[in-house]
């Protein structure tokens, strides 16, 4: 494991988010964060809103349930349909057209639902994605309602 020396993290490579919570807080501080006011929340200023009705120790205790599900976060490029020819023929070095433009916003899928786009950035050599647009949880719902 290679060990980091960046000054401001004295433990050397233990964290391997600190670039990204710098990269966080640096966006906090340029005031590019803006959040739908239709999610609520502790960010956008609204409150939050309940998950359901009833006791509130209760539903607490229901989304802590959840919290550490893991789930499938992908970033999509783009898509293209080929034929299986030309998909044998793919070797080192080969150019496979998608149908995205260059600096067009990504999109972001959790278990192949989209509920988010965004455009990549790199923090310490490694890609990210800055979240532009996320889709309102109502959206969300219709979305999977019908798929």
Same mark, same amino acid.
């Given at each position: 494991m290679a060990i980091d020396s960046d000054p401001?993290? @004295?433990?050397?490579? *233990? #964290? @391997?988010?600190? &670039?990204?919570? %710098?990269?966080? %807080?640096?966006?906090? =501080?340029?005031? !590019?964060?803006?959040? #739908?006011? %239709?999610? =609520?929340?502790?960010?956008? =200023? !609204? @409150?939050?809103?309940?998950?359901?009705?009833?006791? &509130? *120790? !209760?539903q607490v205790q229901d989304i802590n349930m959840v919290l550490d599900i893991p789930v499938q976060l992908s970033v999509e490029l783009g898509r293209t349909k080929v034929p299986i020819k030309y998909i044998l023929q793919l070797a080192q070095g080969s150019v496979v057209e998608l149908d995205a433009l260059a600096g067009e916003p990504m999109d972001v899928l959790i278990n192949g639902y989209l509920i988010a786009q965004g455009e990549v950035v790199v923090v310490n050599d490694k890609f990210g994605i800055r979240l532009t647009d996320v889709v309102t949880p109502s959206e969300r719902l219709r979305r999977v309602s019908r798929g």
């Amino acid at each position: 494991m290679a060990i980091d020396s960046d000054p401001n993290n @004295p433990g050397g490579g *233990d #964290d @391997p988010f600190a &670039g990204w919570a %710098e990269a966080l %807080e640096e966006q906090k =501080g340029a005031g !590019a964060q803006t959040i #739908d006011a %239709e999610q =609520g929340g502790p960010l956008s =200023g !609204a @409150p939050a809103r309940p998950y359901g009705g009833g006791n &509130g *120790d !209760a539903q607490v205790q229901d989304i802590n349930m959840v919290l550490d599900i893991p789930v499938q976060l992908s970033v999509e490029l783009g898509r293209t349909k080929v034929p299986i020819k030309y998909i044998l023929q793919l070797a080192q070095g080969s150019v496979v057209e998608l149908d995205a433009l260059a600096g067009e916003p990504m999109d972001v899928l959790i278990n192949g639902y989209l509920i988010a786009q965004g455009e990549v950035v790199v923090v310490n050599d490694k890609f990210g994605i800055r979240l532009t647009d996320v889709v309102t949880p109502s959206e969300r719902l219709r979305r999977v309602s019908r798929g």
